[in-house]
């Protein structure tokens, strides 16, 4: 899996909505302490459970993984014309 020029700002964006819709789920805000890697992966599996992407195999279940299903949902969820689409 190649990276994109934009894939930190994607996933930085994801990380952001992501918090938001665990948020709006009734989840607590996630504390300061909390690592990144944390969060992509509390993300990512929230968005399994309620069924807005497909899990990863099991075996394929990493950090870089899930980082890049985060990225690829939010680039489904922004508008074409999106300036980190381009």
């Keep these: 899996m190649k990276a994109g020029k ?3 700002k994607l996933l930085k964006l994801a990380i952001e909505i992501g918090v938001g819709y665990a948020k709006k789920r009734g989840f607590s805000d996630f504390d300061k302490g909390i690592s990144p890697k ?11 459970k309620d069924k807005l992407i497909q899990p990863l195999a099991t075996d394929k279940e990493d950090g870089p993984n899930m980082k890049h299903k985060l990225i690829l949902w939010i680039t489904r969820q922004l508008p074409e014309e999106h300036p980190l689409l381009k």
Excluded: M, P, Q, S
């Design 6 to 8: 934009n894939d930190a």
């Design 38 to 48: 944390d969060k992509v992966e509390c993300i990512y599996r929230l968005l399994v």
